[in-house]
């Protein structure tokens, strides 16, 4: 019989849980045991089975397509994700450091801007940001902290370092996706899953209901907390409906919600008009509130503005986070860290050159085919140029792009992110992973164990998000030492 | 503390998995009945149709020429352009509760999604009857368990009282036009070798709404039309008679906040429905009363929708 193992390649970047063919990493050891001691259609049942769990649990994202909105199974990949808890625990210090560093850089950026006048920043980075909101100044949310939910994405190179690609903080999705992997994962491993020690990911709505409570405008054992979704029809509905029933808050969409003359919001109930204290919200800037933002946005609430900045409603994440949700201030990150806490940063930056520098600009527009290239305010993986994967036309077609809003893009060199052994087809196979840790702030900061790994499924692919072709895996943090 | 639009669509869900279960039943009695009548005797596939209203029955011919088994079970089952076929029932039911998965307990989303992919996956097998009654019974069981698995699982408060309500009213309609059927076929059966199974046909109806043991326990004498109507519209103990559904009814909406005057209207209805004396109407008659009751159902439902759904203007 042939091993699933047969011809797995280590050598196409740094491989997560294989020194070679034969050889797993310590981490991986117990795994690829159990995996060995299953018979092929074994593995292939199990697939089945986390298939069937996912249609059943209704586990999907929407697909804007032409024939409608399509509500997609979400692609897993049943082989888990390891990472060892000593590198883990680094990690975690590192994840906490940076957003403890970019709230102070947001809250510094509505207030004094010590960080622009000592010269740090351009103030032309933060006026032309197309998410700094100038209606923001002068606000103080609780505990200082706008970003209070933050997903980042690490990648790790093939020098087996982890850096950070992005900081997601607007409205970064997938956590619940991370919550029903591992739920999966017990189904279909049972016996894997008692004999390894991995940390539990399951006390993530706790922490989040508790983040949400410690923001409320009045101090309140039961405030009254929502989340904010712009519908059926948003990728991530799965997300808000399953993240609201976990920490019992309801679920509203803009028109259940109503902001009075008193500049308080109160939702539309079958008893009549309830006040509301917190809000989660998972609508962007942009929609928030057609009196402010977008006018024509019919999915946010006339006045929700007024009400957050009379502080008598909790905003999460704070209008104008996303200022630090820039990939040209992404680049500052590092220099924040150094500022704001006198430390030096515990997880590296990707080199980013900055098209708003005519040097940079040059380098980027001589090396084109060798970088990526990402417009800085997109998010899902749009609007970017991987050079080495694609043809010299559609290189010469980005070069314009480029040229026409240089402060808009920025480039990075290629990484060779790390692989990890996928399911394809009855075999193992190395597939391109990235992670996406949760960080939340309030009073206090948590970090997930963890995270969602996404996993780019065709060959080759270095795109994992799910709208293009990507899927997950479980992520397990194992302490070998508690062993 | 409920969301008026969490309550229009926990109503909603409600309505159309009732609704689900009853065509389910509806058209798993009406094959039954067939089998015991004679041969030859082609009685009414029609007007499984008709019971539903003329704009079922335009819809209908839109589509299909013969007024067949084959064409009449896959328009109730599986049409998903005819909103009142069971497999749009049952998604529309899978759409409300998409939407109001945070107040249910996890086994309903599952239980109606799975009832969903597993109708979804077997439309073709209704061509023939034998797979076609395999597939009724698992949607049957799937209604089933939903509703027991609320009862079970979840508080009864206000969420609760809003599935109860639509049951109730979808239920009240559903049995109101399964008497109008018994009445049609009765009136187009008049021959004297159709009249002996009349009692077959008696028995179907009771059938179709789960009350044959009942009605035996409750009457303990032979089968008489007279008696299943009055059974079916006035016994206040048995879940699906007109009056149990609205005692159901009145009960949810005394213990809703806001009833404003509600429960008053229930009352009239109530005596309505008790003041139908059975014995004294004639087959039309009763049909005239059967619509009237509908109707009635039907401005229920506009004074709950008004009462509880509509946005409220802003004070």
Not at chain 1, 415 to 439: M, N, Q, V
Not at chain 2, 285 to 296: A, E, V
Request: glycine content about 6%; aromatic content about 8%.
């Amino acid at each position: 019989m042939k091993s699933i193992w047969e011809n797995y390649k280590t050598d196409i970047a740094y491989d997560e849980l294989m020194f070679s063919e034969f050889q797993p990493r310590p981490i991986s050891h117990s795994l690829c045991q159990y995996l060995n001691s299953l018979k092929k259609n074994d593995i292939d049942k199990r697939k089945m089975a986390a298939e069937l769990a996912i249609m059943e649990m209704g586990i999907t994202f929407t697909v804007y397509s032409d024939e409608g909105n399509i509500d997609r199974a979400w692609p897993f990949d049943i082989i888990p994700r390891i990472i060892d808890a000593k590198e883990w625990r680094i990690i975690e210090k590192g994840l906490k450091q940076r957003l403890t560093a970019l709230n102070c850089f947001i809250s510094d950026v509505y207030d004094q801007q010590h960080f622009i006048k000592e010269g740090k920043i351009p103030s032309e980075t933060i006026n032309t940001s197309k998410n700094f909101r100038k209606e923001c100044i002068g606000m103080k949310p609780s505990h200082n902290v706008w970003a209070n939910i933050c997903g980042t994405d690490l990648v790790r190179d093939k020098d087996g370092i982890m850096y950070v690609l992005e900081d997601n903080l607007r409205v970064p999705s997938g956590v619940s996706y991370m919550l029903e992997n591992r739920v999966i994962t017990k189904r279909v491993f049972p016996e894997l899953l008692q004999d390894i020690n991995i940390l539990p990911i399951d006390d993530y709505p706790t922490q989040l209901q508790d983040m949400l409570s410690s923001i409320a405008p009045l101090p309140n054992n039961k405030p009254r907390i929502v989340v904010l979704t712009p519908g059926i029809y948003n990728s991530a509905y799965f997300e808000h409906a399953y993240l609201a029933q976990q920490i019992g808050a309801q679920l509203v969409e803009g028109s259940d919600l109503v902001v009075k003359q008193d500049d308080c919001v109160y939702m539309r109930t079958i008893e009549g008009l309830e006040k509301v204290d917190v809000i989660y919200r998972r609508i962007d800037d942009d929609f928030l509130d057609p009196e402010v933002f977008r006018k024509d946005s019919s999915l946010g609430v006339p006045g929700l503005m007024r009400a957050w900045k009379a502080g008598n409603v909790a905003l999460a994440n704070a209008p104008g986070a996303g200022v630090a949700d820039d990939k040209v201030v992404y680049a500052y990150v590092p220099e924040m860290i150094r500022y704001y806490l006198n430390e030096e940063p515990i997880l590296p930056n990707v080199p980013t050159y900055l098209c708003s520098n005519k040097e940079d600009l040059d380098y980027v527009l001589e090396h084109l085919a060798e970088l990526v290239v990402k417009p800085a305010n997109e998010s899902g993986g749009y609007g970017m140029l991987v050079g080495p994967h694609s043809t010299a036309k559609a290189v010469e077609a980005f070069r314009k792009v480029i040229q026409a809003d240089p402060r808009n893009y920025i480039g990075q060199p290629t990484l060779s992110i790390s692989t990890a052994p996928t399911l394809c087809k009855g075999k193992l196979e190395p597939r391109h992973i990235d992670l996406r840790p949760f960080i939340l702030q309030g009073e206090n900061t948590f970090v997930t164990a963890g995270g969602l790994t996404r996993v780019a499924l065709k060959k080759g692919s270095l795109v994992v998000n799910s709208s293009q072709g990507g899927g997950s895996k479980d992520t397990w943090i194992i302490n070998r030492e508690e062993k | 503390m409920m969301l008026s639009r969490s309550a229009e669509r926990l109503y909603w869900l409600a309505r159309y998995i009732e609704r689900t279960e009853n065509t389910a039943k509806l058209v798993s009695v009406h094959m039954n009945l067939l089998m015991d009548l004679p041969k030859g005797v082609e009685m009414g596939w029609q007007q499984l149709i008709r019971i539903n209203g003329a704009e079922a029955v335009n819809k209908f011919y839109e589509g299909n020429k013969l007024a067949n088994e084959r064409n009449i079970t896959r328009f109730l089952l599986t049409d998903a352009s005819y909103p009142g076929s069971l497999f749009s029932s049952l998604s529309a039911a899978r759409e409300n509760i998409r939407t109001t998965r945070e107040l249910l307990p996890d086994e309903a989303w599952q239980q109606v999604n799975e009832m969903y992919l597993f109708a979804k996956n077997n439309l073709e097998t209704i061509a023939n009857r034998r797979s076609r009654v395999l597939f009724l019974n698992e949607i049957l069981k799937g209604c089933q368990r939903f509703t027991g698995l609320l009862s079970g699982y979840m508080s009864h408060h206000h969420p609760y009282r809003f599935i109860r309500l639509g049951r109730n009213l979808e239920r009240a309609d559903m049995t109101s036009r399964i008497l109008d059927l018994a009445s049609l076929l009765l009136s187009e059966s008049r021959s004297d070798e159709l009249r002996q199974y009349e009692t077959i046909l008696w028995m179907n109806i009771l059938t179709a709404l789960n009350a044959l043991l009942m009605y035996r326990q409750h009457m303990r004498s032979r089968i008489e039309g007279d008696d299943v109507l009055n059974f079916l519209l006035l016994d206040n103990n048995l879940p699906r008679s007109i009056s149990c559904c609205l005692l159901e009814i009145s009960d949810c909406i005394n213990e809703l906040p806001n009833h404003d005057s509600l429960p008053e209207k229930l009352l009239e209805l109530e005596a309505y429905v008790q003041a139908i004396d059975t014995h004294q109407t004639t087959q039309p008659q009763l049909r005239g009363i059967l619509d009237d009751l509908q109707n009635k159902l039907g401005e229920l439902h506009k004074q709950i929708a008004d009462n509880w759904f509509l946005r409220m203007a802003v004070e």
